[in-house]
């Protein structure tokens, strides 16, 4: 059974910073891609960006690039999402997420943890 432990979140002002984690429990982490998401208030669930499987390869949405950072430490079965500069409008709450590949379908998700950016 695959389970992923997200942690971190809270709330922060605008232009701080947070760290959300994602732990996977099994040994097949680092078989994987690894994405985030997120959910605002009253909208849909949106990408936010992904990682490959050995962490060389990630990919952003636009409205995130140059501000946050995925990294992972599959000797720590964890995938982390590095949150700078951050905005109001990245009020929501985010998931992690596995994938096989980029271009796959996520199977497993995080619990999801909140993030709430006051101005």
């Known amino acids: 059974q695959v389970q992923l432990v997200q942690s971190g979140g809270g709330l922060v002002q605008a232009g701080g910073s947070l760290t959300l984690s994602c732990e996977a429990s099994?040994?097949?982490?680092?078989?994987?891609?690894t994405g985030w998401f997120r959910q605002a208030p009253g909208k849909e669930r949106e990408f936010v960006g992904a990682i490959s499987r050995s962490g060389g390869s990630t990919r952003y949405a636009d409205s995130v690039k140059g501000r946050f950072t995925i990294s992972r430490a599959n000797a720590k079965n964890t995938v982390y999402l590095q949150m700078n500069s951050l905005k109001p409008e990245d009020t929501a709450i985010y998931y992690c997420a596995r994938v096989y590949r980029f271009d796959g379908a996520y199977d497993y998700w995080g619990q999801g943890t909140r993030v709430t950016v006051s101005s």
């Open positions: 099994g040994r097949t982490f680092r078989s994987y891609a």
